[in-house]
């Protein structure tokens, strides 16, 4: 089957949907630790380092594998490679729910981390082969937007689950629809996304190496690294913890506030791709749309870590709508290595992103273990606030870093 011969329902039913099934679920396993904090914390005796720890599993497993994803997408394909890893999530689901102890509990959360890794580059690998070029960040960004479902159905539905069941329950659920999602990957999504003519798998690795040197690549990394880094560990937990011990909720605000915050990732999602569409159409560089993002960013964060507003909601929706604007480097990185390479320039930058989301989401709960927690269990605002300014320090360097001088800035501008 050829790119010409998918229409555009065909386009949205055989490679959009399936693979946005395996992202929705995705971004469910990354973001679902912020309800479930407490549950976790009073039922295995968590501190925050080991809270953050144990759900930073997910993300240094997911980052371990990018490299060897990026070579097996180009070579075999992204619906072979994707069927086979959410079989992996599923397994890693029922572990994790099956599970009696902290140890079994962080292999269970890495064997998702594993299973989900493929989530987005898959999806990325597909797309650029089935979707024309000129509407790939659009696309890209209305696929990015599903894990702000993803990241939604995390919080009030899963919080309304756990009034019927427990957390075991939930993840004996997410299970099944695991391994439903790998089955319709398998059967329904076309091939022909794989290199026509493969190098050598040396080859293919060798040429990995390259990316890793490329000046333009590691321009963008610091980033997208802590631009969605710093976004997914507070989002996808340190958010929860810091709206119970700090703006002191209830349970059921905090799911809200969070429900709140990731239906803005989702329209920000997509609204990013239509404007960076929007900019390049006219000549301009949407590097800025991708700074100016991050600058709001930081004074979201700079809003939320001075209590301007404790029990509000704004400081969180707007989080939520401009925090992953980084990931326009993805797009960037695809035009600036080729059809042919984009899955392993992805993967090489996604390893780099979860990698830094691992230590990020550890280090803030390391942070805030530096102060004891009161009578209810709860850390004070001083802990939280000193975790969440160092996130900001290393944002604001990144922007530094990204607008240097250097030969490389104006192919930066050209292919963002």
């Not at 994707?82 to 029922?94: E, N, R």
């Not at 870590?305 to 709508?321: S, Y």
Request: some cysteine.
């Amino acid at each position: 089957m050829t790119a010409v011969a998918l229409r555009p329902a065909q386009l949205f039913l055989l490679v959009f949907l399936p693979f946005a099934a395996g992202y929705f679920l995705s971004f469910l396993f990354r973001s679902i630790n912020a309800v479930i904090a407490a549950d976790l914390t009073r039922d295995l005796g968590l501190d925050a380092s080991s809270l953050g720890l144990l759900t930073a599993a997910f993300f240094i497993a997911f980052a371990s594998i990018q490299l060897p994803l990026g070579v097996v997408l180009d070579r075999y394909g992204a619906a072979r490679v994707q069927s086979l890893l959410l079989t992996i999530a599923a397994l890693g689901s029922l572990i994790f729910a099956l599970a009696d102890d902290i140890l079994t509990l962080s292999f269970g959360r890495a064997l998702i981390g594993l299973g989900c890794a493929g989530g987005l580059m898959a999806a990325f690998k597909a797309i650029m082969r089935w979707f024309p070029a000129e509407r790939l960040a659009l696309v890209n960004g209305c696929f990015l937007s599903i894990g702000g479902l993803g990241a939604m159905s995390a919080t009030q539905p899963i919080e309304l689950m756990l009034t019927f069941t427990d957390w075991r329950g939930v993840f004996l659920i997410l299970a099944g629809l695991s391994l439903a999602s790998a089955v319709s990957i398998f059967l329904f999504v076309p091939r022909g996304d794989a290199s026509e003519s493969p190098s050598a798998l040396a080859v293919q690795v060798r040429e990995v190496g390259g990316i890793l040197t490329d000046a333009l690549f590691w321009r963008f990394a610091p980033i997208s690294v802590f631009g969605m880094g710093v976004t997914m560990s507070i989002q996808g937990l340190w958010a929860g913890p810091w709206l119970l011990d700090v703006a002191a909720l209830p349970r059921e605000d905090v799911a809200n506030r969070l429900l709140a915050m990731a239906g803005a990732m989702a329209i920000g999602f997509i609204g990013t791709g239509y404007l960076s569409d929007f900019l390049r159409a006219r000549g301009v560089s949407s590097i800025h749309l991708m700074a100016a993002g991050t600058v709001l960013t930081i004074l979201t964060l700079v809003a939320i870590l001075l209590q301007a507003d404790p029990t509000g909601w704004w400081h969180w929706i707007l989080f939520g709508a401009v925090g992953n604007v980084t990931a326009l480097v993805y797009p960037a990185l695809a035009r600036h290595f080729g059809r042919d390479a984009a899955g392993r320039a992805n993967t090489a930058n996604t390893m780099l992103v979860f990698a830094g989301t691992f230590a990020i989401q550890y280090l803030i709960g390391a942070i805030i273990d530096f102060w004891p927690r009161d009578e209810t269990g709860a850390y004070p605002a001083i802990a939280y606030q000193t975790a969440f300014a160092a996130t900001i320090a290393c944002q604001i360097a990144s922007l530094i870093w990204l607008f240097r001088p250097g030969p490389d800035l104006k192919s930066a501008l050209r292919q963002l």
